[in-house]
Every structure is written in C-alpha cells, then in structure tokens.
C-alpha cells in the first residue's frame, strides 16, 4: 500500500542565502496577491487557465517569477478561489433552508494571502544533490542548501520514494526556513494478523481524547488545558476584534496562526501518543457526522451561548484535524484507522447491549445502565463501545479479506443492518479476541 507523508527539512543558510530566499518567498507572495486582485476583476474566477493568461507577462516582468512559478501563482489563486466558492454555495443552500444563518463573505473582497509559502516542482524548480543537498530556485538564480531531517524521511529520499511540489516555508518563530516535502512511500499491504489489538478512540470536550483497547487498557487525554487556552485565544480574538484597528487586524492574524499552531501541535502530538500506547492496532475513530450533538452535550452549562457555538466549531474542526493525523500516521507505525458510525456509542451499555438515553443520569460523568446496573466513566463506556464496532470491522476483514473503511451512512437499509449488529455486541476483557 502507498501512504504519503511529509517530510520537514530544515535548510541550512548563509546571510545572504536567507536575503535571497525572503527576496524569492516575498515576490511570490506580492504575486499571489496581484493575481488574486485579478481574478477578483474578473468576476472572481476559479479558472486557471484563464487568470495565467491575463497574468503571466505581469508575473514574469514585474515580479520577476521564473516561468514554472509564474504558472503556479495563478494555480494557487485558482484553488483558493475554487474553495471559497464551495464555502459560498454551502452558506446559500444553508440559509435557503434557514434564513437565519449567516451569509458567507470570504469572497466580498479579494483573498489575501499573508503567509510566506512558495511552491515549488520537483525536478523543476528542486531538486536534490548528493551529499545531502538541494537545489532550489531563487529569483536570482539556483541556491544550493544542505539540509537535516528524520534519518527515516532522509532515507526515503535516498530510496527513491515518490516526491511531490514541495512548499517553502519561512517560520518566523525560528527565523529559519523549511522545505516541506511530500513523499509517496511504499509500505507492506496491512493485514488483520499483522493488528495485534482492537482499540477504540472517543473524543469530547471535557475529555479531548478516551481511548481504549478490548482488554481494558484505557487513555484518556483530559481536555481542560486544550479548552482553557482555547478560550483565552477568544477572549484575546474578541478584544482585538472590537478595536478593529489596523494593529488590531494585523495582531489578529498573528494569533490565530499562533492558535491554529498550538491545535495542530496537540492534535498531532496526541495521535503520536495514542499510536504509541497501542502499538500495532486497529484503531475504530468514529464518523465525524456524529460529533456535533455530542459536543454539544458536554459543554458547560454556564458558559454563553456565543462561546458554546465557537467551542463547537472548534472542537468538530479539531477532531478532524485528530483524525487526520492518526490516519496520516498509522501506517507508517503498522496501525490502521478504520470509520465506524457514532450512533448510540455514548448511550449503549456495552455489557449488555441495553440502550437508553436515561442510561447517562442527568448527563453526568458516570454512565449508569438503567436495566443491569452496570457503571462506568461514561467517555470509556464511548471508547469500548467505538472498539467493539471496530472489532466488527476486523471480523469482517478476516472472513471477506478485505477492509471496509468508511461505512456508508447514506444507505438506510445497510444502517439498520449495522444497528442490529451493533446491539449484539458485549464488551468483556474474557470475550477480547486473543490475538
Ligand atoms: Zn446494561
């Protein structure tokens, strides 16, 4: 099986090298700014062949772009254009059906584009040298930088694994640039004896992340901290948005790069722990359609509504950064994530297979099986209850030999299939399949 993955290169730079590579990322960046006001000209279009042809001469002469980058600035812009015009149509079928819901503006004016981050083609505009260095182009010409990274990644380019259009990227925290380059790697096709246990991960506001394996082995990452800090990002983003000031905006932007910086880290550093304390796994995440009614649940009661609906937005987001980062690293720890539906998993008993909303007393932290009496920390009784569907994947699996991922929610009939199934399902360290 392939899995791609990126691999984050530091480059080695001189004084001068670093002045020419801020000269190179700054042209970029003013160019995909022109462009992007072009295309707004022309009735914002996501057409790339046509923004090229209006801008390339421009791009070329004022900017003084070399002829690949000069095609992938009005790529760029097409793509961010393509995007927000999704956005545009998501918002208008929403307020179709409730007239209430906000009326999506990111295309009232030109996108801007405000990072340092250049795209460059393999072979093209990069590529590698022996002795552990790149060649990459600049707007007066090719530098040549040696660079560091993992020694697996390190050995993957040696190895001839698949490159991709690497980004250029000047991190401004550590005054230093990276070379983000994509690799497409050969990896041995994953096979249900090659999983050594079945794990299921549920995830939540008051706990981030609770995940647990058939043989009771329990994580559980706490999301306090996470939705602490969270909230005094808002609180700075609302203060700063009511000033409004240039300062302000200019400040804004900073702090939600440094917010979406800080969600990243500790999604990505969570999924690493969680591959790590259950090494070699299937790993059963839920659907995300599933999310939204229970972060609504576990939000506290006393915050505000506007709060509750920004926690909400950030938590569905979040999870599926999450979920990204699991799936991303898995395979190459000799895991797999697999979907299974979230229906029910935080009002079934997993004992007994009894379900009822009334099984969570007032909503608390315990669940509480109404018909056995049976009682646990409710986000376990939601891991377990992930990790026994996720089982059922793996059963599958063994019998057809072949893995199905994503259930295909859109089809009543095999749902109700899928519900039956789920409510023969009985959690017991004594039934956990002996792998
Ligand atoms: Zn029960």
């Known amino acids: 099986m392939k899995a791609t993955l990126t691999a984050k290169l530091k480059l080695h730079h001189t004084r001068e090298q670093q002045a020419a590579l801020d000269a190179v990322t700054l042209a970029y960046r003013d160019a995909l700014n022109d462009t992007s006001h072009q295309a707004f000209e022309m009735n914002k279009t996501s057409n790339a062949a046509k923004i090229q042809k209006e801008v390339y001469t421009t791009l070329r002469e004022r900017f003084g772009l070399g ?9 760029k812009v097409a793509a961010t254009y393509k995007t927000l015009w999704t956005r545009v149509k998501q918002a208008a079928a929403q307020r179709a059906v409730n007239p209430k819901a906000r009326r999506y503006k990111g295309l009232d004016t030109a996108p801007k584009f405000v990072s340092r981050t250049l795209s460059y083609q393999y072979g093209r505009d990069y590529s590698f040298k022996t002795g552990q260095q790149v060649s990459i182009a600049t707007l007066a010409g090719r530098l040549m930088l040696p660079y560091e990274g993992y020694r697996k990644h390190l050995d993957w380019i040696a190895d001839g694994a698949r490159i991709g259009a690497a980004q250029l990227w000047y991190d401004t925290r ?3 640039y990276f070379l983000l380059v994509p690799l497409e790697i050969e990896l041995p096709d994953p096979e249900p004896v090659t999983h050594q246990q079945v794990v299921g991960v549920d995830v939540g506001m008051r706990y981030f992340a609770v995940a647990s394996n058939l043989s009771g082995k329990a994580f559980f990452k706490s999301g306090k901290e996470t939705l602490r800090h969270a909230e005094r990002f808002q609180k700075a983003r609302k203060s700063l948005q009511q000033k409004g000031t240039r300062s302000a905006v200019r400040r804004l932007v900073a702090l939600s790069g440094r917010e979406r910086r800080f969600i990243a880290d500790v999604n990505s550093s969570l999924a690493s722990v969680i591959l790590k304390t259950y090494p070699h796994a299937l790993i059963g995440v839920e ?43 898995a395979p190459l720890l000799g895991s797999t994530v697999v979907k299974v539906d979230a229906h029910y998993t935080s009002q079934t008993c ?48 063994m019998s057809t030999g072949r893995l199905s991922c994503a259930p295909d929610v859109s089809d009543a ?19 956990s399949p002996r792998l």
Request: glycine share 6%; with cysteine.
């Open 287 to 329: 659907e995300l359609t599933g999310v939204r009614d229970r972060t609504e649940r576990r939000s506290r009661p006393n915050s505000s509504e506007q709060t509750r609906k920004a926690n909400r937005r950030r938590a569905k987001w979040s999870y599926a950064e999450l979920l990204g980062f699991l799936s991303y690293k």
């Open 174 to 176: 550590k005054k230093q």
């Open 67 to 75: 002829a690949q980058m000069a095609c992938s600035v009005p790529r």
């Open 350 to 397: 997993p004992k007994y297979g009894h379900c009822s909303r009334d099984n969570r007393p007032r909503k608390g932290l315990m669940f509480v099986c109404e018909r056995c009496g049976y009682q646990l920390h409710a986000d376990l009784v939601g891991a377990r209850n992930v990790g026994l569907r996720a089982l059922l994947v793996r059963q599958d699996w």
């Open 413 to 431: 009939e095999t749902k109700a299939a899928r519900l039956s199934r789920y409510a023969e399902l009985r959690w017991s360290p004594d039934t």
